[in-house]
């Protein structure tokens, strides 16, 4: 008998109209709860089962309630139920319709399911009302305030409780004691001069130490300022941009896994007939200099500036640039490419005769990497588009890792092919005057800022739109300009590796010529450009490219690499067939057995492919199996439509042909 059940009824008089309530539903409910489950398919079957669990906890707190049990047991039921019904919402209960190839067994189901929600739903109203209405003996006014905040929408596992005000400690520490294990002090977060506001390095570190936060998100963010006090709205958005950035790389990869594999895929011809092996040009450049080009509004001034130098430099363009740089009279040697997602317009009709090379992350747009017959020298920004390049097996591309921003990748390129001296010009890290792009750069990109400067919208042609606070940052010529969490965290990165290299004793120094651009610590401001110099040595990057190995060899693009990838095929049909024969298993068994992925799993293996291509539907899926249960079936019908997919036509017979 679970501890908070008792055989003991309170007094008539004792009872408060909302616990009246409670034992004149309880019956019902009680009686509803012992109905047999049915033998459904899987993903009704297992709403079924959360619906019943989710009434059983509400039958145990009300029979607590009932009887009138001491406050910490009436609490642990509470919390039993608020999980209870987290697991029952992860089974998006709301999502259920009759399907049109009605059986009297799905019909007895769904009519089975139909009364449980009615009869829970019911209950859930009832308790709430007693949540909100009764004053609770024994229980402080500022923890009884908490549960009705709360009512029976928090998930004490995974939902975020930052606390704040005069009984901070108190409620943090109630809560965990009751087994909330993601409660945030106001203190440990706030300024440390400025009690009002968010400090990022603290709210970064504090975050840091929740396990799981990650791989299982908060369903709610509970901001628990006490009785008649709420957060601040500055606070509340300061907040929500630092949940964002701590969950940036699992949403980088589960929005693009599926790109990435596709875009490699589709790669693979370009590669191997234009590639050429990164790690030759190892201090190629020696002693010389380099000017890094971002796309910033502050490029404008500074285009004529590179032109004009005396000396030429190598010029190291990120993708976005390049329409502004090469209209402003400036031919890019390097071109660097890392975001998935810009397309071939940034390059669409522009005369690159002069480029050396251009350095792409090996899935990028396939449009935009096969436009021209420029020399390619590939990098993996990650170990899971390695993965993809490591199963081909064909040949060997570097991890060149980056803080998000194209510029991180063009620093380390300058880094390694050697250049003494490194200027940026065009990398402002911010919006000055209000501007997104320098002219003829992002073309059709928008920035919208609200009517109070406190918030953006930034709309690109390429569908990577994104939204959230604008912050202020020091501008070189001493103007505070708008920019984003984001953007501060690339500008961080970039300090730290200007950091890294002095500490390492490298001999690179390094310049900021982006007068309207944030201030980067570490890095000189060139106040007068005329007075500046690039580079002291010319350099002829064109000819240093020519001379570097190619990263497949002719004969070797003939037969093996059409081998491997007719191996690569018959692997991802074998595990399509897998799949589909897993998935037809799979529809008699439980929702949770999963047994059935032995096979699926051991053949996967050699098909990142698929994996990759999935990642955003297995981080679901993952947070499902923590949250409630997981429908089997499901996902092996995905893996098996993604396995047939990842096969274009152009792998078979001739690994040439562009797709």
Known sequence: MPCWQSSRRPRSDSIAPSTRKIIDHHQNLEQTMNTP????????????????????????????????????????????????????????????????????????????????????????????????????????????????????????????????GREADEVARHLRDRGYSRVLEWQQICGANDSTTLDAKRTEAALDG???????????????????????????????????????????????????????????????????????????????????????????????????????????????????????????????????????????????????????????????????????????????????????GSFEVPIIRSGGSVLHIALQIARLIGCARVTFAGVDFGFPNERLYANGAGQGDELILADDRRSYVRRAVDGNHRSGMLVGAVANDGTVIATTVELNHYRAWTEQFVRDSKRHGLNTDFFNASRMGARIEGVEFVADLATHVISTVSVDAERVIDHLSALVGAAEIEKPVAMRLREKAQKLRALSRTCRKAATVARDEKATDTKIYGRVAEQAEDCPEVSLALTRNLQIIDEQMKRSTVDAPQRLRRTSSLANLCQPDCWIGNPRRSP
């Open 37 to 164: 489950v049915s033998t459904l398919r899987a993903d009704l079957s297992e709403k079924i089962v959360a619906a019943r669990s989710y009434g059983l906890a509400q039958q145990a707190l009300m029979q607590a309630i009932v009887d009138q049990r001491l406050p910490h047991i009436v609490n642990h039921g509470l919390d039993l139920a608020r999980i209870a019904a987290a697991i029952f919402r992860g089974t998006s209960p709301e999502s259920t319709r009759v399907e049109e190839d009605l059986t009297p067994q799905l019909i007895e189901g769904t009519a089975e399911f139909l009364g449980l929600y009615a009869y829970i739903k019911q209950t859930e109203k009832l308790l709430n009302e007693w949540l909100q209405s009764t004053v609770r003996k024994d229980v402080s006014p500022i923890l009884q305030h908490v549960d009705r905040v709360l009512g029976m929408e928090g998930d004490p596992r995974f939902d975020l409780y930052v606390v704040a």
């Open 210 to 392: 929740i396990s799981d936060l990650s791989s299982c998100r908060p369903g709610r963010v509970w901001l628990l300022w006490g009785e008649g006090a709420e957060c601040p709205e500055s606070a509340r958005a300061s907040l929500d941009e630092q949940l964002r950035k701590a969950f940036m790389n699992r949403n980088t990869v589960g929005s693009l896994g599926e790109r990435w594999s596709r875009q490699f895929i589709a790669n693979i011809p370009a590669l191997a007939r234009r590639g050429r092996n990164l790690g030759d040009l190892t201090n190629a450049f020696a002693g010389s200099g380099a000017v890094i080009v971002g796309a910033g509004p502050s490029l404008d001034e500074g285009i004529a500036w590179i032109r004009g130098q005396k000396v030429k430099p190598l010029v190291i363009c990120s993708y976005k640039a390049v329409r502004a740089l090469v209209q402003g009279g400036v031919t890019p040697d390097l071109i660097v490419m890392l975001d998935p997602k810009q397309g071939l317009h940034h390059l669409a009709d522009l005369d690159l005769s002069g480029t050396a090379a251009i350095v792409s992350e090996v899935a990028v747009d396939p449009a935009a990497l096969s436009a021209n017959d420029i020399p390619i020298l590939p990098y993996c920004s990650g170990t899971d588009t390695h993965n993809l390049v490591a199963a081909l």
